[in-house]
């Protein structure tokens, strides 16, 4: 389960974004927030208030 947005961008890649943040983010890997991109290829972002409890439902350990 996952609180963040989930979005793809022009080039398919899936970006996960803190849900309700207080700025808004691009789609994009130029992003403010300066996203990571992790090793299944997913861009998160973080938000802007440095919460990150929406990435524990996001991750999972296959
Ligand atoms: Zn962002």
Do not use: I
């Amino acid at each position: 389960m996952s609180v963040g947005t989930v979005s793809e961008d022009e080039d398919g890649a899936v970006h996960v974004m803190p849900l309700g943040d207080m700025h808004e983010h691009e789609t994009s890997c130029d992003c403010w927030c300066g996203p990571q991109e992790d090793e299944y290829g997913v861009v998160v972002h973080n938000s802007f208030d440095g919460r990150e409890d929406y990435e524990v439902g996001s991750r999972k350990v296959h």
